[in-house]
């Protein structure tokens, strides 16, 4: 029988125009630029518009990776969305960006494993792209963080930021002598134990309210830097590779000092990393598709290579995905 890949066929990206630097927040907390910049990397983030929601962001995405992959609404028969920060507390944020695009047949659903929700996403859909479950794929990651932002907490409310990444991934035979394409291998984990370190205290069935996101930034650093680290290896084990095999790192974008801790205690250089933080912030499931949008858009990818992208947040939850670009 002929195996099927899950192979990436173009990437889009989508932010909304207004544009935050680190002063804004120094006229109501007490912080500065200074202390933003050396301890996260961040200088700017975009916050949606009030009237901006996130499956416009989404929708914008989408367009732009069906452009980029020569794909109308009638090849696509999947949407998986990622999202902690949905239009509706139902239907799913899919099933809108479905609608919008006029794709009218296949299946559409949220997921929601927060800062990991991408790679969570792309593990989903490369199963059912896998299996012929379906045939082609948008798979979304979107978010408007700033909506469950905290503006008294310093320590929160200035490390996010909205955004939209998408990509199209289909289901492609592979030929007699060819290697494995697309997605290689995916390592997704959860642990529950971990829920007061970074959880929203609200929510529809606690308290009937949204709630803010609260952290315990300092332990969540520890635990992304060593469980991220654990999780690559697993997935390129998974994959028949190693770390000297890798050519690029797009991880999760949640602090520039995250990010290098993973690239040294995965023994890989720096010019490996994409990284996107400085000028977004943390866009939740969005920072993983965003940066490889954005990368591809540069055509920093040459066909074959190796991508590994991986992230950890709310839950916790976290994983990686390996890829043959
Ligand atoms: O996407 C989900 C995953 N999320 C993450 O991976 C985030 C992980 N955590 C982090 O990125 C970092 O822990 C933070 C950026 C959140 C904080 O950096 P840190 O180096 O761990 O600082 P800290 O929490 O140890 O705080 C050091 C000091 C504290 O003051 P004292 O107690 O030493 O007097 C904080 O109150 O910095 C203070 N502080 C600030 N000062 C100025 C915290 N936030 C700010 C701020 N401006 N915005």
Not at 123 to 149: C, H, K, N, P
Not at 223 to 234: D, F, G, I, R
Not at 251 to 275: C, D, F, T, W, Y
């Amino acid at each position: 029988m002929t195996e099927l890949d899950a192979v990436i066929e173009g990437t889009g990206h989508f932010l909304p125009s207004n544009v935050i630097d680190n002063t804004h927040f120094e006229s109501f907390l007490d912080t500065s630029d200074e202390w933003i910049q050396s301890r996260t990397g961040i200088r700017t983030r975009c916050f949606a518009a009030e009237n901006e929601t996130t499956s416009d962001l989404a929708i914008a995405a989408c367009a732009e990776a069906m452009k980029n992959a020569g794909a109308g609404p009638e090849d696509i028969d999947l949407i998986v969305l990622a999202t902690s920060t949905p239009d509706y507390t139902f239907p799913a944020t899919a099933t809108l960006v479905q609608n919008a695009l006029g794709i009218r047949q296949g299946f559409a659903f949220d997921i929601q494993a927060v800062c990991s929700g991408f790679v969570f996403a792309l593990a989903s859909a490369s199963s059912f792209l896998q299996t012929g479950a379906a045939t082609r794929a948008l798979v979304v990651g979107a978010e408007t963080f700033s909506r469950i932002l905290d503006w008294k907490d310093r320590s929160t409310c200035i490390l996010f930021g909205d955004g939209a990444g998408a990509v199209v991934l289909a289901a492609q035979p592979r030929g007699k002598s060819q290697p494995r394409r697309g997605i290689l291998a995916s390592d997704v984990k959860s642990d529950g134990r971990y829920r007061e370190l970074l959880y929203v205290n609200g929510g529809v069935s606690k308290t009937g309210t949204v709630g803010h996101l609260t952290m315990k930034g300092k332990e969540v650093f520890r635990h992304a830097v060593s469980k991220l680290a654990v999780s690559t290896n697993a997935a390129l084990d998974q994959a028949g590779l190693t770390t000297s095999d890798v050519d690029w790192v797009v991880p999760h974008q949640a602090n520039v000092r995250i990010l290098n801790a993973l690239m040294s205690r995965l023994g890989l250089e720096n010019e490996k990393l994409v990284s996107t933080v400085a000028t977004q912030g943390n866009t939740s499931a969005a920072s993983i598709p965003l940066a490889l949008s954005m990368a591809n858009s540069k055509n920093l990818f040459q066909d074959g290579d190796i991508v590994v992208s991986q992230a950890i947040g709310g839950g916790f939850a976290w994983g990686t995905c390996v890829m043959r670009w």
